[in-house]
């Protein structure tokens, strides 16, 4: 079954503890990026890739540290987590662009204390 | 930056009630796609439309793409209790890569 899978679904941390949010497409897509959502703040870019060892910011990177060394993974990596970075999590692919469909993966819903 | 209002931010109707939720960017985007995220869930992608004065129907739902390309509509004929969730918007300006995606409206149907 074609499918983005992100791990762990639920995770509460303290701060200041370094924390990784695994993503995984077996889609073969060029393109993966990572959203937070934020209640009545939509969805917000924070970095995306459009192929292995090629990466970039979004709209909200600060805090944030990324890597695509395998095509069909893109973890996100936050070194020193704030209660500020509390929210749903979300990791995308799509097959060459972000000018085609997304498919999002289930979220990861993460609360720093 | 680049911008895009959803209006409205929430919508209640009586089941059978049509539904249009409204999308304006403030840059005109190269397309723009639809998602439906139901409670719980994942944003899962509805339609693209990429053509200026676009309209494509799925079933009860109607989207359509204005002619400027800076704004788009999504329209529920007779909604039904499965229709519940939030309805983003989203679209890269020009060559951009970063999509900018509405806050979203939020569609509660009531039996």
């Known amino acids: 079954e074609a499918q983005v899978t992100q791990n762990p679904r639920y995770l509460i941390t303290v701060t200041g503890k370094k924390l990784t949010v695994t993503c995984s497409q077996n889609?073969?897509?060029?393109?993966m990026s990572w959203y937070r959502q934020d209640p009545g703040l939509g969805l917000r870019q924070i970095y995306y890739?459009?192929?292995?060892?090629?990466?970039d910011k979004g709209d909200v990177p600060e805090g944030y540290k990324v890597s695509r060394k395998e095509k069909r993974n893109f973890p996100l990596i936050l070194e020193s987590p704030s209660p500020n970075q509390t929210s749903l999590y979300f990791c995308?692919?799509?097959?060459?662009?972000?000018?085609?469909?997304?498919?999002f993966g289930p979220g990861t819903r993460l609360l720093v204390l | 930056g680049q911008q895009v209002m959803q209006i409205p931010q929430y919508q209640h109707v009586q089941e059978g009630e049509d539904f249009t939720t409204y999308c304006n960017s403030s840059t005109t985007l190269s397309n723009i796609q639809w998602y439906k995220q139901r409670p719980g869930g994942h944003p899962v992608f509805l339609i693209q439309?990429?053509?200026?004065?676009e309209v494509k129907k799925q079933k009860r739902l109607t989207f359509q793409f204005g002619e400027a390309k800076k704004n788009s509509s999504l329209h529920i004929t007779a909604t039904q209790t499965t229709d519940v969730g939030t309805y983003f918007c989203a679209g890269p300006s020009g060559g951009s890569y970063i999509p900018t995606f509405g806050r979203g409206t939020s569609l509660i149907v009531h039996p």
């Open positions: 439309l990429v053509k200026s004065g």
């Open positions: 995308a692919s799509s097959p060459r662009t972000i000018q085609e469909t997304q498919y």
């Open positions: 889609m073969n897509h060029e393109y």
């Open positions: 890739s459009m192929n292995v060892e090629v990466t």
